[in-house]
């Protein structure tokens, strides 16, 4: 899921970035379930993109780790019917206590930072405590803009734990949380769709383990960044600025250990796709022995953006290109392929190459496939590698890519094997 804004988006405000396009259930049949191995071993920060050290090529020791790293990960059915939605479940504990609960159908989102769960996904009485806005008392009131609509709540702590991994006392997003005015503030809502209820939002929440550690960044520190922070006393809400550890932040860059980044490792579909998928989320790179980089290519992304760079084989150069769990397609503009209204719908599959390329100039090549979207959605299945639909102004990544690679997401500004992220690696 590509957010809008700077930094919980990885930017381009003139790209139009998809959460989720709804694609509805159509037809019946199961293909089967895929699984891949977990690869798992067995048990034996603030940032700053602009300033982020060049690290390329420097090879560097890394603390180990034996903490149980690696939770899975699923395609499947979902309660809104929608097609490639890589979920997870995440626990969430009142802090410094042992007060939890487990929320499922987590969307996992390497195109956006931080935790946003659904107030309505808490039991009742689960309460979390409230983070202020700014260096105020006022609770603080969150508006996250995305491709295709925003998320609005307020900002509370809570200790986000996932496998054996904890992030203590991490701000995370209660999207409609009643503390707050139902009603987004004017800079927000005019923002697209209201993801604020289960069947907008498609989901029960949002895990962001993106490229940077917190959502805004220092743009939230220096002063209100419309429509981001709000302070809400009872009086109603208005822009506040906000420090980057009252900030909603990646919970992979909280972990005491593990905590440079992510891998999503997902099994190859056929060409018809899967009813279901299961796979794996790993933290860390290089901290254990089922998180080592390998032989995989490093593409280094912008450090104030996350971008990097996609040209395909008919020589169309896509300077804002991106790696996105959270987008269930692949989105770029093909000014010859049919398309049936969003989708592309090729009368037979189409094969296409393209270069994926950091900012060093360091690249690594790709094949994919492209079908047509009537006809896999025609199959009954949910999980699909050769979905694809239109992008004017960027080249996305989503979902789609990630079946049959390990791809790894560096975070900003922590150090790994290959230097510090940001950067991908598959």
Known sequence: MKARSRRLALVAPLALFS?????????GGDAGTASASTGAAEPA????????????????????????????VTVGPTPTSTHNMLMTSV?????????????????????????????????????????????????????????????????????????????????IQLIADPAV??????????????????????????????????????SCVRAAATPWYYACPASGCTASAQPLAQQVSNP???????????????????????SGVRGSMIFGIGTQANNA???????????????????TSDGTVYSLSYLDTGSNALYFNSPTMTRCGFWYCPSSPVSLGATIAGIDGVGASVTFAVASSTTLLA????????????????????????????????????DTPAGSGPFFAF
């Open 19 to 27: 959460l989720c396009a709804a694609l509805t259930a159509c037809g």
């Open 45 to 72: 920060s603030a940032s700053t993109p602009s300033s982020a050290p060049s690290t390329a090529g420097t090879s560097r020791t890394i603390p180990q780790s034996t903490t149980p790293n690696v939770v899975a």
């Open 91 to 171: 626990t969430v504990c009142v802090p410094g206590t042992a007060d939890c609960t487990s929320v499922d159908n987590v969307q996992v989102d390497t195109g956006s930072q931080g935790l946003r769960l659904l107030a309505s996904a808490l039991p009742a009485g689960f309460s979390l405590p409230p983070v202020p806005a700014g260096a105020g008392a006022d609770i603080a009131g969150e508006c996250a803009v995305f491709g295709t609509g925003y998320t609005w709540g307020t900002v509370r702590s809570a200790d986000v734990k996932l496998a054996g991994e904890t992030a203590g006392s991490l701000p």
């Open 293 to 311: 980089l390998g032989s995989a290519t490093v593409l280094r992304a912008n450090s104030g953006t996350g971008y990097v760079k996609t040209t």
């Open 379 to 414: 199959t009954g299945n949910w999980a699909f590698s050769n979905l694809a639909g239109y992008n004017g102004r960027a080249f996305g990544w989503g979902l789609p890519f990630f079946f049959g690679r390990r791809v790894f997401t560096a975070i900003a500004l922590q």
């Open 181 to 218: 005015p139902a009603s987004a503030p004017d800079g927000c809502a005019g923002s697209g769709l209201a993801m604020n209820s289960a069947a907008a939002l498609r989901s029960n929440g949002i895990l962001g383990v993106g490229p940077f550690s917190a959502d805004c960044g220092v």
């Open 252 to 274: 992979v860059a909280g972990f005491a250990t593990d905590n440079n980044g992510v891998i999503i490792d997902l099994p190859p579909l056929a060409d018809s796709g899967a």
